[in-house]
């Protein structure tokens, strides 16, 4: 099956500008996540979809974040304006379900979206 | 509150040893699940290995396997004959199971495999 498709691979802007991240999900995966990884840390959830409704998005910066699954299939996360700590790699990720009380239900993950704000 | 835990920012093993890669984690429910994932320098993020809370027995995935102690809130990953390509980052991530779902990922360790 065809992994989980994130574009662009890179992005380098100035900060105030904005940007946008597009994620293509396995096909079937109601669950979709954006985490945010800054260099020597762990991945961060943003936000995370199932279908097309918000599930969490506690930890999303809403000042300059947003995210939209319109479809319920591919998302996009925007950045505007964009600031110097926003340099990072946003992962998307999905996965069949909300864990429902069975199995690993394993997240998949994309190649992720480099972004440096300059 | 801090709920995943790797204590070791870098590690080294020789080619064809075992190695034990420590994650720790925080948490009063009985329910959760612990992965482990790699990171190669290339980025993505692939799935090793999965624990659930009320398997009795350790995870084995190949040459991985993770080893539980649950009283202890401990899930190590250790990887028996290491290979060059297993030089990578590797990240242990827990899941409250009443959370839907996201993965709460620890800090990572680096291994490096030397020839």
């Known amino acids: 099956e065809a992994g989980v498709a994130q574009s662009p691979r890179y992005k380098i802007i100035e900060k105030r500008q904005s940007v946008a991240f597009w994620c293509n999900p396995i096909s079937g995966h109601a669950t979709l996540y954006w985490y945010q990884q800054i260099l020597g840390q762990g991945p961060k959830l943003l936000i995370q979809?199932?279908?097309?409704?918000?599930?969490?998005d506690s930890q999303l910066p809403k000042d300059r974040f947003s995210a939209e699954r319109l479809k319920g299939v591919d998302s996009t996360l925007k950045i505007q304006p964009a600031k110097l700590e926003d340099s990072a790699v946003y992962l998307c990720?999905?996965?069949?379900?909300?864990?429902?009380?069975?199995?690993?239900?394993?997240?998949?993950f994309g190649a992720g979206s480099r972004l440096t704000v300059l | 509150a801090q709920k995943i835990t790797q204590t070791q920012p870098g590690m080294f093993v020789q080619e064809k040893e075992a190695v034990t890669l420590d994650c720790t984690y925080d948490?009063?429910?009985?329910?959760?699940?612990l992965f482990w994932y790699k990171q190669p320098s290339s980025g993505e993020m692939i799935f090793l290995i999965y624990?659930?809370?009320?398997?009795?027995q350790n995870a084995t995935e190949g040459r991985y396997s993770l080893n539980f102690q649950k009283a202890r809130k401990s899930a190590n990953l250790v990887i028996s004959a290491s290979q060059l390509g297993d030089s990578a980052m590797y990240f242990c991530a827990f899941r409250e199971d009443n959370q839907g779902g996201k993965l709460i990922f620890g800090q990572g360790t680096e291994l490096s495999v030397k020839p």
């Open positions: 979809f199932q279908n097309n409704g918000v599930v969490d």
């Open positions: 624990q659930g809370s009320y398997d009795e």
């Open positions: 948490t009063s429910d009985q329910s959760y699940g």
């Open positions: 990720a999905s996965s069949l379900n909300r864990w429902k009380g069975s199995g690993a239900n394993v997240l998949t």
